[in-house]
């Protein structure tokens, strides 16, 4: 038989005995030694069946394969443009990558893209070296316009987006703007300046009490309080996609 040793939404520290037993499986962020399942790193300890995961509560972003990030353009070279993505590392996005369109030699490139422009893209590779290649490819990849970026903690970003979206469709509907979130911790919002900042506050609070339970009903009170009563569709919307 094992033992849970701390219990379930409880932030641990790197070293810290959580389970014994080998009825509990280290997953995330956790190690077995001897008898023993340990943190190894700190973070909120969750519970996925017999798994035990450890959510990072601090850290940059490290850019992963398939992930869909905000960017900033902070060089238009030769041939394609550099991005900001919120990390240790930059990426490119060449023009193969960037535009079915044919691009003659020596054009220019700021037709597509220029310097500060923030735009959506999606991880198509990152090499031992950390050499990340970006396309824009795909659905809801794009130059964003208007709007305001918000930077959180990447780790949170789950937290964020809930469950199949619930908790970004929950800020959208209630406050009516248009929100993708990347998972590099990139928000990019747009709608009423006032509602902009009502999600923004939700999403700060969200960012900051994301380890305390009841979480949704304390997002969705603070929202009706500023908002009214909230009408949520029969399904939910998908988390990084503009509905």
């Not at 220019?108 to 500060?116: A, E, P, S």
Request: hydrophobic share 40%; proline share 4%; aromatic share 6%.
């Amino acid at each position: 038989m094992g033992n849970l040793l701390v219990e379930e939404r409880t932030v641990v520290v790197p070293g810290e005995k959580i389970a014994e037993g080998l009825d509990y499986l280290p997953a995330n962020g956790a190690y077995r030694k001897d008898d023993f399942i340990l943190a190894g790193r700190l973070g909120l300890l969750i519970m996925d069946g017999r798994a035990v995961k450890i959510i990072p509560l601090s850290g940059r972003y490290m850019p992963k394969r398939n992930d869909v990030i905000i960017g900033k353009v902070i060089d238009v070279t030769i041939s394609g443009w550099r991005f900001e993505i919120n990390c240790a590392y930059s990426a490119m996005l060449s023009m193969k990558d960037a535009t079915s369109d044919f691009i003659a030699r020596g054009a220019d490139l700021t037709q597509f893209f220029n310097l500060d422009d923030m735009v959506v893209v999606k991880i198509v590779n990152v090499t031992s070296q950390k050499l990340v290649d970006l396309t824009t490819k795909g659905p809801g990849l794009r130059k964003l316009y208007g709007g305001r970026i918000v930077l959180v903690n990447c780790n949170k970003v789950p937290r964020i987006i809930g469950k199949q979206g619930s908790m970004v469709s929950l800020i959208k509907n209630a406050t009516g703007c248009k929100i993708i979130v990347g998972q590099n911790g990139a928000i990019w919002i747009d709608g009423e300046p006032k509602n902009e900042v009502i999600a923004i506050e939700a999403i700060r609070k969200i960012e900051q009490e994301s380890h305390i339970s009841g979480l949704t009903d304390r997002v969705t009170e603070y929202l009706e309080s500023k908002c009214g009563k909230i009408q949520m569709p029969a399904q939910e919307e998908q988390p990084q996609e503009e509905q």
